[in-house]
């Protein structure tokens, strides 16, 4: 591992609090930190390096997974931190922070690996990528690299412009767009289990599968980011990257040679190959809805509209369902329902595979047979089952569903943040969201986002604590189908 400075933009922040420190933090202790780094921090207030690391030390202590317990390896880590105030608009004080970056790896006698972070309000994208360059701290002899959190843009048009932009500074191949739902385990394991396992990747295709089913329900409610997400919605906040990003892993198929940049060919024929929605079938393939007041775990909790900060009458949905197709030979006619959304009864993000039901025995029980589904649950905790049937001799021998499930019972594994940000250091894009993967993603919600905006969708509501709304149930059962 190349010796670094990783200078974050947004060190005062709460992602930085409870993701990117713990994250660094972990990597250390795993011994997957360079030999030789040193972290600038830069946030808009004063503050000395000895505050900036205690506030660092502090967050281990709330937030790692592995707890800091030796003084001496805090000492070290929390050493390498140095905080350097700084306006993200003003070019003169990347000029200071240029300075102190050269005198660091004076230092520390490493060579010039720049990795920068952006975790930012979004309106600070351009002008820090700017400034980066005008300021020559993206000159370097040794190699530069962006990690950008999302959103990457609000719509088609934006990101496009974001995208020129961060050009200017950065070569698309230093530019690590982060979508945290592929640095989650189950995520990653997903290419292993389509191409380590001879039984999945035999039935990876329209032949046996008969729907895809992608859920990511919330219990909580929008938090204390009304601002943010009653601009946004699930369709931006979720369902355009995170919920994209799992349809395209799960519907790739494994090239021979799996390099990143093979990989992100994959993904990016599966983004292609999305049947783009029509202004006229938009309303019959999407629902969108918004939660109202109802009772969660135990608890009454209030509807959107009475949320703190959530304008009166605000039309934002907070949960989104879609059918899509994909227009290729191993998907054709294979539907991928997606579905998201805040304040529902269970947290819980999850893949279930359908398969076909082709079984022509004659079997008295064969038409009110289960379906085999393989169910792989990405969090929280991981798990993967297989339901087959099988004869019940406590029940007369009645044909029933029974479930095949594999949980690890690791506790301590690598959270999204460290297989990320130790991804991005050595150079691995696998897991990051390619420019392609995002402008196609964008292009696809695009006829979405214009149908919310015309009010030619209608807003449907569902009981806070509830599965969802019904009108979603629509989605599936026209084609002959149900929601896992
Ligand atoms: C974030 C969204 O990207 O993902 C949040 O902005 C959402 O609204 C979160 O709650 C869900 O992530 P996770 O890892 O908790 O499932």
């Known amino acids: 591992m190349d010796a670094m400075t990783f200078v974050l933009f947004g060190a005062t922040g709460d992602l930085a609090k409870r993701k990117i420190y713990p994250a660094l933090y972990n990597l250390y202790v795993d011994q997957k930190m360079p030999k030789a780094f040193s972290v600038i921090g830069l946030g808009r207030r004063e503050l000395s390096d000895a505050d900036f690391q205690a506030n660092?030390?502090?967050?281990?202590?709330?937030?790692?997974?592995?707890?800091?317990?030796?003084?001496?390896?805090?000492?070290?880590?929390?050493?390498?931190?140095?905080?350097?105030?700084?306006?993200?608009?003003?070019?003169?004080?990347?000029?200071?922070?240029?300075?102190?970056?050269?005198?660091?790896?004076?230092?520390?006698?490493?060579?010039?690996?720049?990795?920068?972070?952006?975790?930012?309000?979004?309106?600070?994208?351009?002008?820090?990528?700017?400034?980066?360059?005008?300021?020559?701290?993206?000159?370097?002899?040794?190699?530069?690299?962006?990690?950008?959190?999302?959103?990457?843009?609000?719509?088609?048009?934006?990101?496009?412009?974001?995208?020129?932009?961060?050009?200017?500074?950065?070569?698309?191949?230093?530019?690590?767009?982060?979508d945290h739902f592929l640095g989650k385990p189950m995520v990653q394991n997903i290419e292993t289990l389509t191409y380590a396992n001879p039984v999945i990747q035999a039935l990876w295709s329209n032949r046996y599968i008969a729907n895809v089913q992608i859920t990511a329900s919330e219990t909580v409610g929008v938090e204390e980011r009304a601002a943010y997400y009653d601009q946004s919605g699930a369709l931006r906040d979720m369902f355009q990257n995170h919920m994209l990003q799992l349809l395209m892993m799960i519907a790739l198929h494994l090239p021979k040679r799996c390099t990143p940049q093979e990989i992100q060919y994959k993904k990016k024929k599966i983004a292609e190959a999305l049947r783009p929605l029509t202004k006229e079938n938009v309303a019959s393939e999407v629902v969108r809805a918004q939660y109202g007041a109802g009772e969660l775990q135990g608890s009454s909790v209030v509807g959107y509209l009475d949320e703190p900060g959530i304008p009166a009458g605000s039309q934002n949905e907070t949960y989104v369902a879609a059918r899509l197709w994909l227009d290729d030979p191993f998907w054709s006619e294979v539907p991928f329902y997606i579905r998201t959304g805040k304040r529902m009864a269970e947290k819980s993000t999850r893949i279930v595979i359908e398969f076909k039901s082709p079984l022509k025995t004659g079997h008295e029980s064969e038409n009110t047979m289960a379906p085999n589904l393989l169910t792989l649950e990405i969090g929280p905790g991981e798990s993967m089952s297989l339901q087959l049937n099988a004869k019940n001799p406590l029940n007369q021998g009645e044909v029933e569903p029974m479930h095949m499930t594999f949980k690890s019972g690791e506790r301590n594994v690598p959270e999204a943040y460290e297989n990320l940000i130790f991804d991005a250091m050595r150079g691995d894009a696998t897991f990051f969201a390619h420019w392609n993967e995002v402008e196609l993603a964008w292009q696809w919600v695009q006829p979405i986002q214009e149908a919310f905006a015309a009010g030619a969708i209608p807003l449907d509501t569902y009981n806070a604590g509830s599965g969802g709304p019904e009108s979603a149930d629509r989605l599936t059962a026209e084609n002959g189908f149900r929601w896992w």
């Not at 967050?59 to 050493?79: M, N, T, V």
């Not at 994208?125 to 959190?149: H, Y």
Request: some cysteine; hydrophobic content about 35%.
């Open 56 to 178: 660092v030390e502090k967050s281990l202590h709330e937030f790692s997974r592995q707890k800091p317990e030796e003084a001496s390896q805090i000492r070290d880590f929390i050493g390498a931190f140095r905080y350097c105030s700084l306006n993200n608009t003003k070019l003169e004080d990347y000029t200071r922070l240029l300075q102190l970056v050269e005198q660091r790896e004076q230092e520390l006698d490493i060579p010039a690996n720049r990795m920068f972070y952006m975790s930012v309000a979004p309106e600070f994208f351009e002008p820090i990528a700017l400034n980066i360059q005008e300021s020559g701290l993206g000159n370097t002899k040794g190699w530069k690299k962006l990690i950008i959190e999302k959103p990457f843009g609000h719509d088609l048009q934006s990101a496009r412009e974001l995208n020129e932009k961060l050009s200017n500074t950065f070569a698309e191949e230093e530019i690590y767009r982060i």
